[in-house]
Protein backbone atom coordinates (compact mmCIF):
# COMPACT_ATOMS: atom_id res chain seq x y z
CA UNK A 1 0.00 0.00 0.00
CA UNK A 2 1.37 3.84 -0.75
CA UNK A 3 1.45 6.58 1.12
CA UNK A 4 -0.44 9.30 0.62
CA UNK A 5 -0.09 10.84 -2.77
CA UNK A 6 1.13 14.00 -2.73
CA UNK A 7 1.82 16.10 -6.60
CA UNK A 8 3.57 19.39 -6.44
CA UNK A 9 4.59 21.71 -9.96
CA UNK A 10 5.80 25.41 -10.07
CA UNK A 11 4.08 27.60 -12.83
CA UNK A 12 4.66 31.18 -14.00
CA UNK A 13 1.86 33.31 -13.81
CA UNK A 14 1.97 34.59 -17.61
CA UNK A 15 -1.35 36.76 -17.15
CA UNK A 16 -0.28 40.84 -17.52
CA UNK A 17 -2.31 41.68 -14.63
CA UNK A 18 -1.66 39.15 -12.31
CA UNK A 19 -4.02 36.70 -10.49
CA UNK A 20 -6.65 38.83 -10.04
CA UNK A 21 -10.43 38.14 -9.67
CA UNK A 22 -11.06 36.03 -12.80
CA UNK A 23 -8.61 33.94 -12.70
CA UNK A 24 -8.72 33.30 -8.57
CA UNK A 25 -12.27 32.21 -9.40
CA UNK A 26 -10.99 29.71 -11.89
CA UNK A 27 -8.08 28.36 -9.78
CA UNK A 28 -10.73 27.64 -7.15
CA UNK A 29 -13.68 26.54 -8.94
CA UNK A 30 -11.77 23.81 -10.62
CA UNK A 31 -9.48 22.71 -7.27
CA UNK A 32 -12.86 22.43 -5.96
CA UNK A 33 -13.72 19.63 -7.80
CA UNK A 34 -11.14 17.57 -6.71
CA UNK A 35 -11.74 15.70 -3.03
CA UNK A 36 -8.03 16.13 -2.21
CA UNK A 37 -6.47 19.14 -0.57
CA UNK A 38 -4.59 21.66 -2.63
CA UNK A 39 -2.51 24.42 -1.49
CA UNK A 40 -0.29 27.39 -3.60
CA UNK A 41 2.75 28.49 -2.55
CA UNK A 42 4.74 31.62 -3.41
CA UNK A 43 7.73 32.11 -1.25
CA UNK A 44 7.43 31.27 2.09
CA UNK A 45 3.29 31.99 2.17
CA UNK A 46 0.93 28.83 1.49
CA UNK A 47 -2.39 29.76 1.15
CA UNK A 48 -5.57 27.30 0.54
CA UNK A 49 -6.11 26.56 -3.02
CA UNK A 50 -9.90 26.32 -2.67
CA UNK A 51 -9.97 29.79 -0.81
CA UNK A 52 -10.93 32.82 -3.25
CA UNK A 53 -9.33 35.09 -0.98
CA UNK A 54 -6.67 33.48 0.32
CA UNK A 55 -5.54 33.39 -3.33
CA UNK A 56 -6.01 36.92 -3.62
CA UNK A 57 -3.36 37.86 -0.55
CA UNK A 58 -0.77 36.11 -2.68
CA UNK A 59 -1.22 39.06 -4.71
CA UNK A 60 0.83 36.92 -7.73
CA UNK A 61 2.23 39.34 -10.55
CA UNK A 62 3.23 38.95 -13.72
CA UNK A 63 6.14 36.46 -13.84
CA UNK A 64 5.70 35.36 -10.44
CA UNK A 65 6.58 31.83 -9.51
CA UNK A 66 3.99 29.53 -7.48
CA UNK A 67 4.13 25.91 -6.49
CA UNK A 68 0.92 24.23 -7.30
CA UNK A 69 0.32 21.32 -4.57
CA UNK A 70 -2.18 18.89 -3.82
CA UNK A 71 -2.58 15.70 -1.59
CA UNK A 72 -4.93 12.88 -0.90
CA UNK A 73 -6.74 10.95 -3.46
CA UNK A 74 -6.55 12.55 -7.11
CA UNK A 75 -3.80 14.72 -6.15
CA UNK A 76 -2.39 13.96 -9.96
CA UNK A 77 -5.39 14.79 -11.65
CA UNK A 78 -6.12 18.03 -9.15
CA UNK A 79 -2.63 19.74 -10.19
CA UNK A 80 -2.60 18.52 -14.05
CA UNK A 81 -6.06 20.75 -14.31
CA UNK A 82 -4.43 23.41 -11.98
CA UNK A 83 -1.38 23.54 -14.20
CA UNK A 84 -3.48 23.48 -17.30
CA UNK A 85 -5.05 26.87 -16.40
CA UNK A 86 -1.24 29.18 -16.42
CA UNK A 87 0.13 26.83 -19.45
CA UNK A 88 -3.71 27.65 -21.47
CA UNK A 89 -3.28 31.36 -19.80
CA UNK A 90 -6.74 31.07 -18.05
CA UNK A 91 -8.33 31.11 -21.75
CA UNK A 92 -12.29 30.06 -21.37
CA UNK A 93 -13.20 27.27 -23.82
Known sequence: MSSSSVCSRDVVVA???????????QIVQTAQRFDCDVRIHK???T???KSMLDILTL???HGTTLTLEASGEGAQEAVDALEKLFVTNFATE
Not at 15 to 25: I, K, R, T, V
Open 59 to 61: AAQ
Open 43 to 45: GDK
Open 15 to 25: LENGLHMSPSA
Open 47 to 49: VDG
